[in-house]
């Protein structure tokens, strides 16, 4: 597989690999098939492989699920290598995101102590790479701030992820990771007129000066949410959007306006599931399938996609739409030669 390499904002150079991991393929599988046992929950996660030809694989683990026990079952059923994963990338900061990164940490940390100190390589430090704008607290107040009916399960903080061994590193901007092979994004620029934000009365706490206790603010946009895009020579984009707050079309026109490559495939929750969200079904298959030219190859809807989405996306990409969940490894391969062919994509405006 050939990736190309991405350096700032510019992409220059080639990788050679893209690997999403879900699940392992039966051959990395050690012993019978059905012992190996896999654990779904209501968040993302993903560990993306990536290889520039020639050079040494790369490990960036994007989000790590909900809590502590699922993170923990899956690397163990997947034989993930976790000692080579150099960076967590959280996309935002929400629970089911969040959830796992201790775990995550503490399983790392475990593993190295049982390779002992003479292991080589050396495993690297891992950097937990975080927008530095760590909410309080969030939570769901449909009949208005002053009546919280739910508050989301704590972030962990700064402090306790350096503890557990993690190096924190806040970004607000966008950066290349991973050898240069991974891109995380900045703010996401909202400008799709049907993507407006959360409707449900999201909240966040504030402290205020002076006060001792602050208070529940509404807030309609999730600012620090951010998504991944690795650039695949033959391929083109492949897009990680976790939750897609910002909506989908806003990270797709923002992804190809930093690259100006067509998008090869998007993995991750499309937030388009509950009621009040219904209306911008329509709208979003059409933006993939009639305003964006090529097409994404393939949409991968997970999470908070929603059923209604995914047969709408369906109906409108055919088999471009691919059922995923836990227990997938997805393997896009570049081609150079490919890549001399292909042509910037053309976006509709709204
Ligand atoms: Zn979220
Ligand atoms: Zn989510």
Same mark, same amino acid.
Request: proline share 7%.
């Given at each position: 597989?050939?990736?190309?390499?991405?350096?700032?904002?510019?992409?220059?150079?080639?990788?050679?690999?893209?690997?999403?991991?879900?699940? *392992?393929? #039966? +051959?990395? $599988?050690?012993?019978?098939?059905?012992? &190996?046992?896999?654990? %779904?929950?209501?968040?993302?996660? @993903?560990?993306?492989?990536?290889?520039?030809?020639?050079?040494?694989?790369?490990?960036?683990?994007?989000?790590?699920?909900?809590?502590?026990?699922?993170?923990?079952?899956?690397?163990?059923?997947?034989?993930?290598?976790?000692?080579?994963?150099?960076?967590?990338?959280?996309?935002?900061?929400?629970?089911?995101?969040?959830?796992?990164?201790?775990?995550?940490?503490?399983?790392?940390?475990?593993?190295?102590?049982?390779?002992?100190?003479?292991?080589?390589?050396?495993?690297?430090?891992?950097?937990?790479?975080?927008?530095?704008?760590?909410?309080?607290?969030?939570?769901?107040?449909?009949?208005?701030?002053?009546?919280?009916?739910?508050?989301?399960?704590?972030? *962990?903080? #700064? +402090?306790? $992820?350096?503890?557990?061994?993690?190096? &924190?590193?806040?970004? %607000?901007?966008?950066?290349?990771? @991973?050898?240069?092979?991974?891109?995380?994004?900045?703010?996401?620029?909202?400008?799709?007129?049907?993507?407006?934000?959360?409707?449900?009365?999201?909240?966040?706490?504030?402290?205020?000066?002076?006060?001792?206790?602050?208070?529940?603010?509404?807030?309609?946009?999730?600012?620090?949410?951010?998504?991944?895009?690795?650039?695949?020579?033959?391929?083109?984009?492949?897009?990680?959007?976790?939750?897609?707050?910002?909506?989908?079309?806003?990270?797709?026109?923002?992804?190809?306006?930093?690259?100006?490559?067509?998008?090869?495939?998007?993995?991750?929750?499309?937030?388009?599931?509950?009621?009040?969200?219904?209306?911008?079904?329509?709208?979003?298959?059409?933006?993939?399938?009639?305003?964006?030219?090529?097409?994404?190859?393939?949409?991968?809807?997970?999470?908070?996609?929603?059923?209604?989405?995914?047969?709408?996306?369906?109906?409108?990409?055919?088999?471009?739409?691919?059922?995923?969940?836990?227990?997938?490894?997805?393997?896009?391969?570049?081609?150079?030669?490919?890549?001399?062919?292909?042509?910037?994509?053309?976006?509709?405006?709204?």
């Amino acid at each position: 597989m050939i990736l190309r390499r991405i350096r700032g904002r510019v992409h220059r150079g080639w990788i050679s690999k893209l690997i999403v991991v879900v699940c *392992p393929s #039966f +051959e990395s $599988i050690r012993g019978t098939v059905l012992d &190996v046992l896999f654990s %779904g929950a209501h968040g993302f996660s @993903a560990l993306i492989e990536t290889q520039i030809e020639g050079d040494e694989p790369h490990y960036t683990l994007f989000d790590t699920g909900p809590e502590s026990k699922s993170i923990a079952r899956n690397i163990a059923a997947m034989h993930i290598p976790v000692e080579k994963i150099s960076r967590v990338v959280l996309s935002h900061w929400h629970s089911d995101h969040s959830g796992g990164i201790l775990s995550f940490l503490n399983v790392r940390r475990q593993k190295i102590s049982s390779l002992g100190p003479n292991h080589t390589p050396t495993p690297p430090p891992c950097v937990v790479d975080l927008h530095p704008d760590r909410p309080i607290a969030r939570g769901i107040a449909p009949n208005g701030p002053e009546k919280v009916m739910g508050q989301l399960n704590p972030d *962990p903080t #700064f +402090e306790e $992820i350096e503890e557990a061994g993690g190096v &924190v590193e806040k970004r %607000g901007e966008g950066h290349a990771v @991973a050898g240069g092979g991974v891109w995380v994004s900045g703010e996401i620029p909202r400008l799709t007129w049907f993507e407006e934000g959360l409707h449900i009365g999201a909240v966040r706490f504030f402290e205020e000066e002076g006060e001792a206790k602050g208070k529940w603010v509404l807030e309609q946009h999730i600012m620090d949410e951010r998504y991944a895009a690795i650039d695949v020579a033959g391929k083109g984009l492949v897009i990680f959007s976790s939750c897609s707050h910002a909506g989908i079309v806003n990270v797709v026109r923002d992804a190809i306006k930093t690259f100006n490559r067509p998008v090869h495939m998007i993995i991750g929750g499309l937030h388009l599931a509950s009621s009040d969200l219904l209306y911008r079904i329509a709208p979003t298959v059409e933006f993939f399938s009639t305003k964006m030219r090529p097409s994404p190859t393939y949409v991968l809807p997970m999470h908070c996609t929603g059923f209604t989405a995914k047969v709408a996306l369906e109906k409108a990409l055919g088999e471009g739409c691919v059922p995923a969940s836990t227990g997938m490894r997805i393997e896009v391969v570049g081609d150079r030669e490919v890549d001399k062919g292909m042509f910037p994509p053309v976006v509709e405006d709204d």
